[in-house]
């Protein structure tokens, strides 16, 4: 059974940083997109960004230029790193391990609490 964890959330003030952590349990790791969500109380999910097999990431436009994805496919892990936060990047970080096919399944983890206070 694969396993997606999140880990590195936690309070910070404004203008702090924070990185998240994902793990996954899964074979061929490197060849899926993963991608960070986040969903704040009351609001929809929120795409942050991607970063594909090729290491090349994209991001939301709310934390461009702040948060940088990155991976390391030895540790199976992706990254997040998040500068310059805001309160309003309080939120449930996901991660999601996405598909490559129509044959692939996609899995998520948990999430990740981060809250930045002011």
């Known amino acids: 059974q694969v396993q997606v964890v999140e880990s590195g959330g936690g309070l910070v003030q404004t203008g702090g940083s924070l990185r998240l952590s994902c793990t996954a349990s899964l074979s061929a790791f490197s060849l899926r997109p993963i991608a960070w969500s986040r969903q704040a109380p009351g609001k929809e999910r929120e795409l942050v960004g991607v970063i594909n097999s090729d290491n090349v990431p994209n991001y939301g436009d709310s934390v461009k230029g702040r948060f940088t994805i990155s991976r390391d496919n030895a540790k199976n892990t992706a990254y997040l790193e998040m500068n310059s936060l805001k309160v309003e990047d309080t939120a449930v970080y996901y991660c999601?391990?996405?598909?490559?096919?129509?044959?692939?399944?996609?899995?998520w983890g948990e999430g990740t609490q981060v809250t930045v206070s002011s």
């Open positions: 999601k391990v996405a598909a490559t096919s129509p044959w692939d399944i996609e899995y």
